[in-house]
């Protein structure tokens, strides 16, 4: 069993800057073996939750046409930590931010965090 934190949200002017960060662990607090997969969606109200940014254990990372060149996605493995780096914020970007992690062991696994808001606003 893999647990999903997410941390650093927040309020924030438009043109401001957040950094998420969502950290996978066990139970026994190390770091999950098989995790290929980590993405950051997020979910304004009314609205179907939708991808954000997304990277691989190969390191290969994918954005939402909506993010790109403000956004990016970083992964510290030794810590088993992924990072979310939010710059030029607009009100549009307001919404939970949920990580998501896929582990492949025997089975794929498939895992999300609580969410973390974000709002933009002046």
């Known amino acids: 069993q893999v647990q999903v934190v997410e941390s650093g949200g927040g309020s924030v002017q438009p043109g401001g800057s957040l950094r998420l960060s969502c950290s996978a662990t066990?139970?026994?607090?190390?770091?999950?073996?098989?995790?290929?997969?980590t993405g950051w969606y997020r979910q304004a109200p009314g609205k179907e939750r939708e991808l954000v940014a997304s990277?691989?254990?190969?390191?290969?990372?994918e954005y939402a046409d909506s993010v790109k060149g403000r956004f990016t996605i970083s992964a510290d493995n030794p810590k088993a930590t992924v990072y979310l780096q939010m710059n030029s914020l607009k009100p549009e970007d307001t919404a939970v931010y949920y990580c998501?992690?896929?582990?492949?062991?025997?089975?794929?696994?498939?895992?999300w965090g609580q969410g973390t808001q974000v709002t933009v606003s002046s």
């Open positions: 998501n992690v896929r582990q492949r062991l025997s089975f794929d696994y498939e895992y």
């Open positions: 066990t139970a026994a607090s190390r770091r999950p073996a098989g995790i290929y997969y």
């Open positions: 990277i691989t254990d190969t390191s290969s990372t």
